[in-house]
């Protein structure tokens, strides 16, 4: 499990939703790993204050990172093991030109689907764990965890409605959480993957997912693949039930500025977006729905994580929204939530764990529109109802 900033950091005093908590509540071992640049005996005092902070979590050991040399390893490591008697787990050098094995950009590091020496990478990544790392020792910590007991998503509930949704899979929209689409698929849903940027129109769904990303690092390729916006807008005002996070939330946007150059985008909300230089909205959010929407309950509180750097322009509201914002940023004014249509678009990501009602509702709400795709199928053919039967 991949911590998340320092390993007390939260969101506040207490280091509510920090990974030290969630080390706890999952009694998993921790291994620090500490930047030990231009540092010895001080990596040592960083160790035991992380020790001794919260004498509930288990630490079990260290990993050295920006190594410069021999020496430096040797008195770091024995510093540790001296007074904290915690064992030093491996050393990362300094890297050199490996340092930038995989680039960063505003929102983290550089996507898989965008790297470019893909197949080079993890060999490289493999070598130089290998060379510098305890494995066996790392395996060792972890056997220390204790038990969590769980329920796979596929079995907490039978599949309710064979229906098909698409979602976006491109290296323009990547950020899923797994789990939501495992839900999705335990409901009894299929998954057909589409390409914003090089599908030309939506196959036939009954419902589309479109996660975050990247629109306006692709801005250019997705405005000259302009039938797919107008085919996913047209189907949205003919009530195909949209479910859209953040970077689907840009896509659906009228348009999206990039320092001196606006992209026009889908369309289907009259609301101007621009990107920013710093994050205009990062960390856990809290919302209440108060209207009317394709997939929750008003009154239904939801828990989610927002990161975006992108905002509505100045002047520009998000009028049709369906949730205030207690914790966060959303849309700005505490609200968060556009709803047009079947389409629902919001900042806030949801995980269908932490939300429970989301995938029965996503399924629910694409069974309902391919029951009434069919009956109007049947209407149009002449074949609804006494009449129709009579005629045949």
Same mark, same amino acid.
Request: charged share 20%.
């Given at each position: 499990?991949?911590?998340n900033?320092?390993?007390f950091?939260g969101?506040?005093?207490s280091?509510?939703?920090?990974?030290?908590?969630?080390?706890?509540?999952?009694?998993? %071992?921790? *291994?620090l790993?500490?930047?030990? &640049?231009?540092?010895?005996?001080?990596? &040592? &005092?960083?160790?035991?204050g992380?020790?001794d902070f919260?004498?509930?979590?288990?630490?079990?050991?260290a990993?050295?990172?920006?190594?410069?040399?021999?020496?430096?390893?040797?008195v770091?490591s024995?510093?540790? #093991? +001296?007074?904290?008697?915690? %064992? *030093?787990l491996?050393?990362?050098?300094?890297?050199?030109?490996?340092? !930038?094995?995989i680039?960063?950009?505003?929102?983290?590091?550089?996507? @898989?689907s965008?790297?470019?020496?893909? !197949?080079g990478?993890?060999?490289?990544? =493999?070598?130089?764990?290998?060379?510098?790392?305890?494995?066996?020792?790392?395996?060792?910590?972890?056997?220390?965890?204790?038990?969590?007991?769980?329920?796979?998503?596929?079995?907490?509930?039978? @599949?309710?409605?064979?229906v098909?949704?698409?979602?976006?899979?491109?290296?323009?929209?990547?950020?899923?959480?797994?789990e939501n689409?495992? !839900?999705?698929?335990?409901?009894?849903?299929?998954?057909?993957?589409?390409?914003?940027?090089?599908?030309? #129109?939506?196959p036939?769904?009954?419902?589309?997912?479109?996660? /975050?990303?990247?629109?306006?690092?692709?801005a250019?390729?997705?405005?000259r693949?302009?039938? $797919?916006?107008?085919?996913?807008k047209? +189907?949205?005002?003919?009530?195909? %039930?949209?479910?859209?996070?953040?970077?689907?939330?840009i896509?659906?946007a009228?348009s999206l500025?990039?320092?001196?150059v606006?992209? @026009?985008?889908?369309?289907?909300?009259?609301?101007?977006?621009e $990107?920013? =230089?710093?994050p205009?909205?990062?960390?856990y959010?809290?919302? =209440?729905?108060?209207? @009317?929407?394709?997939?929750y309950?008003v009154?239904?509180?939801? #828990?989610?994580?927002?990161f975006?750097?992108?905002g509505? *322009?100045?002047?520009?509201r998000?009028?049709?929204?369906c $949730?205030?914002?207690?914790?966060?940023?959303?849309?700005? /004014?505490?609200?968060?939530?556009?709803?047009?249509s079947?389409t629902?678009?919001?900042?806030?990501?949801?995980?269908?764990d932490?939300?429970?009602?989301?995938?029965?509702? $996503?399924?629910?709400?694409a069974?309902?529109? &391919?029951?009434?795709?069919r009956?109007?199928?049947?209407?149009s053919?002449?074949?609804n /109802?006494?009449?129709?039967?009579?005629a045949?």
């Amino acid at each position: 499990v991949e911590g998340n900033r320092g390993i007390f950091d939260g969101r506040d005093d207490s280091g509510t939703h920090s990974t030290a908590q969630l080390a706890k509540l999952i009694q998993a %071992p921790v *291994v620090l790993v500490v930047n030990a &640049a231009k540092s010895t005996r001080t990596s &040592a &005092a960083i160790v035991k204050g992380c020790v001794d902070f919260d004498p509930d979590l288990k630490i079990s050991g260290a990993i050295l990172n920006r190594v410069a040399g021999e020496r430096h390893l040797r008195v770091s490591s024995d510093s540790i #093991r +001296k007074y904290t008697g915690l %064992p *030093v787990l491996g050393a990362i050098p300094k890297l050199g030109a490996d340092a !930038a094995l995989i680039p960063g950009r505003h929102l983290g590091l550089i996507t @898989p689907s965008e790297y470019r020496d893909s !197949a080079g990478l993890q060999p490289r990544l =493999r070598e130089i764990a290998e060379r510098f790392l305890d494995i066996d020792g790392i395996i060792e910590v972890a056997r220390s965890a204790g038990s969590v007991s769980c329920t796979p998503a596929g079995s907490r509930s039978a @599949p309710s409605e064979r229906v098909r949704i698409g979602y976006f899979k491109d290296s323009v929209f990547t950020f899923y959480y797994p789990e939501n689409l495992e !839900a999705l698929e335990a409901r009894g849903a299929k998954l057909v993957p589409v390409s914003s940027l090089s599908d030309q #129109r939506l196959p036939e769904v009954d419902g589309l997912y479109v996660g /975050g990303g990247f629109p306006e690092t692709h801005a250019e390729q997705l405005v000259r693949n302009r039938s $797919m916006m107008q085919a996913v807008k047209e +189907k949205a005002l003919e009530g195909l %039930p949209i479910y859209a996070e953040c970077g689907g939330l840009i896509y659906l946007a009228r348009s999206l500025r990039c320092g001196d150059v606006v992209y @026009p985008m889908a369309g289907l909300f009259p609301v101007d977006l621009e $990107m920013h =230089r710093k994050p205009v909205g990062h960390g856990y959010t809290s919302v =209440r729905v108060d209207s @009317p929407n394709p997939f929750y309950a008003v009154g239904t509180s939801l #828990r989610g994580h927002e990161f975006h750097y992108s905002g509505l *322009v100045e002047g520009s509201r998000g009028e049709e929204s369906c $949730m205030s914002v207690t914790s966060g940023v959303g849309l700005g /004014g505490e609200r968060d939530g556009l709803v047009r249509s079947n389409t629902l678009a919001c900042y806030t990501h949801v995980h269908a764990d932490g939300v429970e009602s989301w995938a029965p509702a $996503m399924v629910s709400r694409a069974a309902d529109h &391919a029951t009434r795709h069919r009956n109007t199928r049947t209407e149009s053919n002449g074949t609804n /109802g006494w009449f129709g039967s009579e005629a045949i």
